[in-house]
């Protein structure tokens, strides 16, 4: 702990320093308002530099507010509510981003106090201040995520088809069980269908901000607050453009990666390129636009068309002071005082201070998600841990799991149900059919009298649903098994999910980051046929001859082989081996004997230091049930030991 946080204390210091020394050798920097004035060709005049530095220094720190607050939000809501939307991190940036650029315009006032009231009568349009190219954009790229929304959707859906159709026809054939379509789809689909319905809403909401804010009162006072009101105006709007372009374009970018994982060639080509070409996309708007032009569109300070009118007088005449469409007319109303040029321009600053507000807002907002995170009764904090046993303990082709789910909310919590799901729908189906799925038949919990046991559907007994309290762990005890399994066929991956139900009711589920198990191969069934007058007997006899005869300290154990030609050399071969430790401590344990007829059995047995699940032979030689030779001997090949051929 103690070495981290010296790492830590040494980086900031190191950044710390390399600013000092950066800002040392670049020398006094200009002002940012002049900078800005620069860029956009505006000149500052006394009124107008305090309006615009407040401005600028306000929209930056709103903007870098919102951008931090957009991921904070996300990341509460979620861990709040459970609700995932399945949309990039830098969407959410770029949304905070952008609201924090309309709250910096909002909290400028252009309403000048006092009595009398002045305003421009120069109509203002939208397209006087964002080209046409951009309107344009607004427009284009929306619609095309709300198409490409859809055409994911499909896609998606048809590749789940083909690997269902695929999975089925592999079954019909005599496949063990078939694999179901993975569930990373579905997340998809809803990521596809999040992206295009965002994507819509971000442009509305773009534009009905940009129309605010040109619409909003422009009053008429020194020709340089207009002039710098203006060029703000634009500034704010090609920002909010700029923001909500880019979060598109990032949606679309997100769409066409959905689409890399839809079979064939021509989608992933297509997706890929489009997927890049939309991420350049967007870095490029936003880096080119969001500062907005070198110049305005719009004519400021007046123009050949318009007129500059002025009627002061009494407190009952109409004063007016700003530009009039040649040929137009104004009816002003009745003020009060004569105008405060300089009291009026300093009106034209931020009158709240909106900056305190934003952080306060952004930290109550993730003090609101860890609090309902902690306290749980929407989503709880599970955390799910699991562990396999080992593949043939419980039973052929049966494995045993255990779960432990910790709930770490201040409320109960209630395990519905556990299943286990592929980890890659592809892994196995290199031969054109899927790989056998193990499904969860039994969960038991741990100790096995744990209350609110129920009986399943199917008969099994279970201890689901089970309430967990808040602060405690519950372990089950997970039996999963292959109903069916043609061949040594490798198992699926899998991976164990657990589906939970929070206070109020609503269905979550977890994957436990530790349960992944690759469960080897699935056992085939053994042959079956004419069975033995007694089967219980002959099958005692069976394991009782293999377990003598694997049994290392057994001195007749060789009298249990049916035909002993070259079994002890090979045997005093493998005790002189490389593996000669093993020999001496393997011994067999009998999984399962089947009868094909009256006098042979098949065996699966495992032993325990060489060979793992195997599979042999017993023959009934002059009433006695003895293991065949070609068993035994295939077994000490493992350790290097042949058997001598057999004459003839």
């Avoid at 026809?169 to 069980?177: F, K, W, Y």
């Avoid at 979060?247 to 390129?273: K, M, N, P």
Wanted: proline letters at 6%; a neutral charge; charged letters at 15%.
């Amino acid at each position: 702990m103690i070495v981290v946080v010296a790492i830590l204390v040494g980086l900031v210091a190191t950044v710390l320093g390399a600013t000092w020394l950066y800002g040392r050798l670049r020398g006094p920097a200009r002002p940012e308002a002049d900078v800005w004035a620069e860029h956009h060709g505006l000149e500052l005049t006394s009124a107008s530099r305090p309006w615009v530095t407040a401005y600028l220094r306000t929209g930056r720190d709103l903007r870098q507010i919102g951008a931090f607050g957009g991921l904070i939000v996300a990341v509460s809501i979620h861990a709040a509510t459970g609700l995932d939307l399945h949309v990039s991190g830098l969407v959410w940036l770029l949304i905070g981003y952008l609201i924090g650029g309309l709250w910096a315009e909002l909290a400028m006032t252009r309403v000048p106090s006092g009595a009398q009231r002045m305003a421009s009568l120069v109509p203002r349009r939208l397209a006087d201040y964002l080209p046409r190219r951009l309107r344009v954009a607004q427009v284009v790229l929306p619609a095309m995520a709300a198409v490409l929304g859809r055409v994911c959707v499909r896609a998606l859906r048809a590749t789940s088809h083909d690997e269902a159709r695929l999975a089925a026809q592999a079954h019909a054939a005599g496949s063990s069980v078939a694999l179901q379509p993975h569930s990373a789809h579905q997340l998809l689909q809803s990521g596809a269908v999040a992206a295009a319905t965002i994507a819509p809403l971000i442009m509305v909401a773009v534009w009905l901000a940009q129309r605010y804010i040109v619409a909003r009162p422009q009053p008429s006072l020194d020709p340089g607050l207009v002039a710098a009101d203006d060029v703000l105006r634009t500034a704010s709007v090609y920002l909010l453009s700029a923001s909500g372009l880019a979060a598109v374009s990032l949606l679309i970018a997100g769409q066409f990666g959905y689409l890399t994982t839809v079979t064939g060639w021509f989608w992933l080509d297509v997706s890929r390129l489009g997927a890049a070409v939309s991420l350049i996309g967007a870095l490029m708007i936003f880096h080119r636009w969001r500062h907005g032009p070198s110049r305005t569109l719009r004519t400021v300070g007046g123009g050949p068309d318009l007129t500059r009118v002025s009627d002061e007088g009494p407190s009952s005449s109409a004063t007016f002071d700003g530009w009039l469409p040649a040929g137009a007319t104004a009816t002003m109303m009745a003020t009060a005082d004569p105008v405060d040029v300089r009291r009026e321009a300093e009106a034209w600053t931020v009158r709240r201070r909106p900056v305190v507000l934003a952080v306060a807002l952004v930290v109550l907002v993730a003090l609101a998600g860890w609090g309902l995170r902690t306290w749980g009764v929407v989503n709880p904090a599970v955390t799910v841990s699991a562990s396999f046993g080992s593949p043939g303990t419980v039973g052929v082709n049966h494995w045993q799991a255990t779960v432990a789910v910790y709930n770490e909310a201040a409320t109960s919590m209630t395990i519905e149900w556990i299943d286990a799901e592929p980890i890659s729908a592809m892994s196995g189906w290199l031969d054109g059919s899927p790989p056998p799925l193990p499904q969860v038949i039994g969960v038991t919990a741990a100790p096995p009298s744990a209350p609110h046991a129920a009986t399943s559907p199917d008969g099994r007994d279970r201890a689901l649903p089970v309430e967990v309290p808040g602060g405690t762990t519950a372990t089950l005890n997970v039996e999963l098994a292959l109903s069916d399994c043609d061949s040594s066929a490798s198992v699926a991956p899998i991976q164990l999910v657990v589906h939970y139900r929070s206070r109020i009711g609503r269905a979550s589920e977890t994957r436990a980051p530790n349960g992944s198990q690759q469960l080897g191969q699935c056992v085939a069934p053994l042959p079956t046929g004419a069975q033995p007058a007694d089967v219980t007997v002959a099958e005692s006899e069976v394991r009782a001859a293999f377990t003598t005869a694997y049994d290392p300290s057994a001195v007749d154990r060789i009298d249990l082989i049916d035909d002993r030609r070259g079994v002890a050399e090979a045997t005093a071969q493998a005790e002189a081996g490389p593996y000669a430790a093993e020999v001496a401590s393997t011994s067999g344990t009998v999984d399962e004997v089947s009868f094909d007829r009256p006098d042979h059995a098949w065996v699966r047995y495992q032993l325990t230091d060489i060979g793992g699940v195997r599979v042999g032979e017993a023959r009934l030689i002059d009433g006695h049930w003895k293991v065949a030779r070609s068993t035994v001997c295939a077994d000490l090949a493992l350790a290097q030991a042949i058997c001598a051929p057999l004459p003839g």
